[in-house]
């Protein structure tokens, strides 16, 4: 059976760290369109792993804004924060293969003796990789990677390869605060949930193979990637909450609207402004993932909404 023709299991998973804005509506309305076009589910799961930086209240704020958008998700929310149980199992059952390994190393102890860094930070020089220096213990635990190239082929960006070793070096599964690392829950969660299909930003993708490789040691099932394009504001930056994200509005279908034609979508002009329902409703009929741009840019209300636009 070809991964065309499983009935697709999709998930929207945002971090509750402010309410959602038109770069997370991106990956809600890609990831709907695309589930729900295929006859699949769509699932709602909340990033809250990293209590830190949650801000009060945004997860709910997050749900109310994608009901009132007609985002209905399928069956319970799941919630990062409550399966801590569940990733320490399977950190026992990586370190029980010998795959993990526990690192005395601080950030700056990394950037002191890594001086190379790749797109996301230091690359791990594999200090602790053969045990820890006397008197030190452990303060994060790292996956071991190959030196071999990781490959995966996403829906939009097409083949993809990246080694490690080179570019990563052997990442963090635990961190010192005791929390979890992202790239371990995420494959848990998409595994356990039965997750067919990963819709995402595109600054998720040098992350990916990651995700493949830990799936190929804990043997699960590798999703569909779908990885879209990003959404900048006006001043060139990628749309987030800490650089002045602008918020969903709840009243009506027009961000869906905008949305849909930043991906590419030839929605009609006659839909602008027309209930959540309706737009998405065309979306889920009528999406096409070849139409869907690689380039990142500014969504058409940003530019209206420039100073000096």
């Given at each position: 059976?070809?991964?065309?023709?499983i009935v697709?299991?999709g998930?929207?998973?945002p971090?509750p760290t402010g309410?959602?804005?038109f770069?997370?509506?991106?990956?809600?309305?890609g990831?709907?369109?695309?589930?729900?076009q295929g006859?699949?589910?769509?699932?709602?799961?909340i990033?809250?792993?990293?209590?830190?930086?949650?801000?009060a209240?945004a997860?709910?704020?997050?749900?109310r804004t994608l009901?009132?958008l007609a985002?209905?998700?399928d069956?319970?929310?799941?919630w990062q924060?409550?399966r801590s149980?569940r990733y320490?199992?399977?950190?026992?059952?990586l370190?029980g293969?010998?795959?993990v390994?526990?690192?005395?190393?601080?950030?700056?102890e990394?950037?002191?003796s890594?001086?190379?860094?790749?797109?996301?930070?230091?690359?791990?020089?594999g200090?602790?990789r053969s045990?820890?220096a006397?008197?030190?213990?452990?303060?994060?635990?790292?996956l071991?990677?190959?030196?071999?190239?990781?490959?995966l082929?996403?829906?939009v960006?097409g083949p993809?390869?990246?080694?490690?070793?080179?570019e990563?070096?052997?990442?963090?599964?635990?961190?010192?605060?005791?929390?979890?690392?992202?790239q371990?829950?995420?494959?848990?969660d998409d595994?356990?949930a039965?997750?067919t299909q990963?819709v995402?930003g595109q600054?998720l993708?040098t992350?990916?193979?990651?995700q493949?490789?830990?799936?190929?040691?804990?043997r699960?099932?590798?999703?569909?990637?779908?990885?879209?394009p990003?959404?900048?504001?006006?001043?060139?930056?990628?749309?987030?909450?800490r650089h002045?994200?602008?918020a969903?509005?709840?009243?009506?279908?027009e961000?869906?609207?905008?949305?849909?034609?930043?991906?590419?979508?030839?929605?009609?002009v006659?839909l602008?402004?027309a209930?959540?329902a309706?737009?998405?409703?065309?979306g889920?009929?009528?999406?096409?993932?070849?139409?869907?741009?690689k380039?990142?840019?500014?969504?058409?209300?940003l530019k209206?909404?420039?100073p000096?636009?």
């Amino acid at each position: 059976m070809s991964a065309e023709s499983i009935v697709p299991i999709g998930r929207f998973a945002p971090s509750p760290t402010g309410p959602l804005h038109f770069g997370s509506l991106l990956a809600a309305v890609g990831s709907y369109c695309l589930a729900r076009q295929g006859g699949g589910r769509w699932l709602l799961r909340i990033e809250d792993l990293d209590r830190p930086r949650e801000v009060a209240g945004a997860a709910d704020e997050i749900m109310r804004t994608l009901e009132a958008l007609a985002l209905f998700w399928d069956g319970e929310v799941v919630w990062q924060s409550r399966r801590s149980e569940r990733y320490a199992e399977i950190l026992a059952r990586l370190d029980g293969m010998g795959l993990v390994f526990g690192c005395t190393c601080s950030r700056k102890e990394i950037l002191a003796s890594a001086p190379h860094a790749g797109e996301e930070g230091p690359i791990y020089p594999g200090t602790c990789r053969s045990g820890l220096a006397p008197g030190r213990r452990a303060r994060a635990w790292r996956l071991r990677v190959p030196s071999s190239q990781v490959c995966l082929t996403d829906g939009v960006f097409g083949p993809q390869s990246q080694c490690l070793a080179d570019e990563v070096g052997d990442f963090v599964l635990r961190r010192a605060d005791g929390l979890f690392a992202y790239q371990l829950a995420v494959v848990v969660d998409d595994a356990d949930a039965g997750v067919t299909q990963v819709v995402r930003g595109q600054d998720l993708l040098t992350s990916t193979p990651r995700q493949v490789y830990l799936q190929e040691c804990l043997r699960f099932p590798h999703p569909r990637y779908i990885h879209l394009p990003l959404a900048l504001a006006a001043e060139g930056k990628k749309i987030s909450k800490r650089h002045g994200a602008v918020a969903v509005g709840r009243d009506s279908g027009e961000q869906l609207w905008q949305a849909l034609r930043f991906l590419g979508q030839a929605v009609p002009v006659t839909l602008r402004g027309a209930p959540p329902a309706e737009v998405l409703d065309w979306g889920v009929r009528y999406f096409e993932l070849a139409r869907v741009p690689k380039d990142p840019r500014v969504p058409e209300p940003l530019k209206k909404s420039a100073p000096g636009g």
